[in-house]
């Protein structure tokens, strides 16, 4: 491998140097960056800041391997006379105007000498004058060694200015490229960052709306079911209420239809009873005054009749009462003992009758004390479920309000996250463009200081290879 060989970035090197890919190291990215297609790899390790050694040119094979560079021009060996003509065909017209002055200060120089006017043409040929021939050879010599100092001083102000302008350039070059990739680098961190944040923030509210959205959910559907139930349980107690109030007002109906009936028999009793003892009570006082009707009449008959002589006739015949009278006296103590039976009997009937009413009070009594305990029993599990209800609602309603304060907390504590990534997006961007703009500074200062070694080993190289080597060692221990 020739220090003049030219090599070229290919695609995959132009974007490493662009900073697209990070795959080479950072001085071998400076390496890379300083190899453009024009620099052979002497400029190239002198642009880069490095020796071209052994380990320079396996730096280069290794690009080469990986694709990174390709070779232009292999570059040809040439001799001492060849290198130095190179240059002097590069001098520009100032350089040129600078040796025609020198050659005419030279030729004012030997002017003033006494030149001998050129011999008269002679038939033969006129005698060699060695002096004059070897004044005229050292004249030539000095005039070619101080032409040939003048070239060389003129190529080496020559190459001095070239290579001061093309340090100036590839200076402002890479300062433009590393502002243009710094500019890059910060707007790609940002949008990076700001797409992060933002995918961040819209995975959070799905996450959020979604978890809210279940809660939602779940709620709604305990009130739907909390809700069919109160409805179902109302419907429950309306229609248990409904059958006790039928029931009981079919109770009492009954109830008082059969009073009313019992006391229309007890009336009906007590009329036919009154009448009964009536008819008796008459029949009696119209036996008892016939009786008394019959003892007065007897008593006046008695009265009436003659006392009779000493000697009393005898009595009359009684008269035998009438057939009709014993029959009617017959017929009234039939009449009594019939009703003394049918008294009994109704006696026996009513005490039947006063036994059984007093049973169907005591059965009515049982039942509505019964009916009252199944009321009240039924009363108190209506209390208790309106109770176990309240109770119920009270707890749904502490869950739900616990529920609130849960999607409260939660949506503070979202936003609270929100915010301290938001804050520490914005410290990352801030220390990421500080980071970049010192990166920029420091590349910066390492470009503007890559100008003064440059030309401090260009000086050292001028004077002489002891010099370089010198140059060289301090820089290894720098």
């Not at 990739?181 to 819209?202: G, P, S």
Request: zero cysteines; a positive charge.
């Amino acid at each position: 491998m020739r220090p003049n060989a030219i090599y070229s970035k290919s695609g995959k090197g132009v974007q490493e140097a662009s900073g697209k890919t990070s795959l080479l190291k950072r001085e071998h990215r400076v390496v890379l960056a300083a190899i453009d297609g024009r620099a052979t790899l002497a400029d190239v390790a002198q642009k880069s800041g490095n020796e071209y050694d052994a380990e320079f040119q396996r730096l280069i094979i290794q690009l080469d391997k990986d694709g990174f560079i390709r070779e232009v021009s292999s570059g040809a060996a040439a001799g001492p006379a060849a290198a130095a003509a190179k240059p002097a065909g590069k001098l520009d017209t100032a350089i040129d105007l600078d040796f025609s002055s020198l050659a005419s200060s030279q030729k004012a120089n030997t002017a003033p000498q006494p030149t001998r006017p050129p011999p008269p043409p002679a038939p033969r040929a006129p005698a060699v004058d060695m002096a004059a021939k070897a004044a005229a050879e050292r004249r030539a010599k000095e005039q070619e060694s101080a032409l040939h100092r003048a070239r060389k001083e003129a190529e080496e102000k020559a190459g001095a200015e070239r290579e001061r302008q093309r340090a100036e350039a590839e200076a402002k070059v890479r300062a433009e490229t590393e502002a243009k990739l710094r500019v890059e680098a910060e707007k790609k961190l940002r949008e990076e960052t700001a797409h992060q944040a933002r995918a961040d923030a819209v995975a959070k509210a799905q996450e959020l709306k979604a978890k809210l959205d279940a809660e939602r959910k779940a709620r709604e559907e305990a009130e739907r079911r909390l809700e069919e139930e109160r409805r179902a349980r109302e419907e429950i107690e309306r229609k248990a209420r409904e059958e006790a109030e039928r029931i009981r007002q079919e109770a009492e109906e009954l109830a008082r239809r059969e009073a009313e009936a019992l006391l229309r028999q007890i009336e009906e009793a007590r009329k036919a009873r009154e009448e009964a003892e009536r008819r008796t009570r008459e029949e009696m006082t119209r036996a008892r005054q016939e009786r008394e009707e019959r003892a007065s009449r007897a008593e006046e008959r008695k009265q009436k009749q003659p006392e009779g002589p000493a000697e009393a006739p005898p009595p009359p015949p009684r008269p035998q009462p009438a057939p009709g009278s014993d029959k009617f006296a017959d017929s009234l103590f039939a009449d009594l003992d019939t009703f003394n039976k049918r008294e009994e009997e109704s006696r026996k009937q009513d005490e039947e009758t006063e036994r059984a009413k007093k049973e169907e009070r005591l059965r009515k009594a049982r039942e509505m004390e019964e009916r009252r305990a199944r009321e009240e029993e039924e009363q108190r599990k209506a209390e208790e479920k309106q109770l176990a209800r309240e109770e119920e609602q009270r707890r749904a309603k502490e869950e739900e309000e616990r529920l609130a304060r849960e999607n409260e907390q939660r949506e503070r504590k979202f936003r609270e996250e929100e915010d301290k990534r938001a804050r520490e997006s914005e410290e990352r961007s801030r220390k990421a463009k500080e980071e970049a703009i010192l990166a920029a500074k420091t590349r910066g200062d390492m470009a503007s200081g890559d100008g003064a070694p440059q030309d401090r080993r260009a000086k050292a190289l001028k004077r002489g290879p002891g010099v370089a080597a010198a140059y060289r060692r301090q820089e290894r221990n720098w």
